[in-house]
């Protein structure tokens, strides 16, 4: 491991995520995929849930690191579209098919695609 030899390596600008949702007995199938950067996370998903009240969620890290106050939308499609290419990025890289969906569906409702 470069790092461990004292080499420097250079960090990920993003760490993409996989959320299961489960009550500790029992955990189902992926209910989110999301990407998070210094500044910003988004997650999409498929369908709501008892947890899940969005969609699509963004938020502004460096003023919402609570992640309280989604500001996904249009005026966001900037930001949304660099952390949509990380995604799918990732998705394909992992043959992520779902995720490469919920991008894409993404994309093409901003005006992206």
Do not use: F
């Not at 461990?4 to 009550?23: H, M, Y």
């Not at 210094?38 to 969620?57: F, G, I, P, Q, V």
């Not at 996904?72 to 043959?95: N, V």
């Amino acid at each position: 491991m470069p790092l461990l030899r004292g080499e420097k390596t250079p960090w990920r600008s993003a760490v993409c995520i996989q959320n299961r949702e489960g009550d500790g007995e029992s955990v189902g199938a992926i209910q989110s995929r999301g990407v998070r950067t210094r500044d910003w996370k988004l997650m999409l998903r498929e369908a709501l849930s008892e947890r899940a009240t969005e969609l699509r969620e963004l938020y502004d890290i460096r003023v919402d690191p609570g992640e309280q106050h989604s500001v996904y939308g249009r005026e966001r499609a900037h930001e949304i579209a660099s952390l949509l290419l990380e995604l799918d990025y990732w998705a394909r890289s992992i043959d992520d098919r779902t995720t490469i969906r919920l991008t894409a569906a993404c994309a093409r409702d901003l005006g992206l695609a």
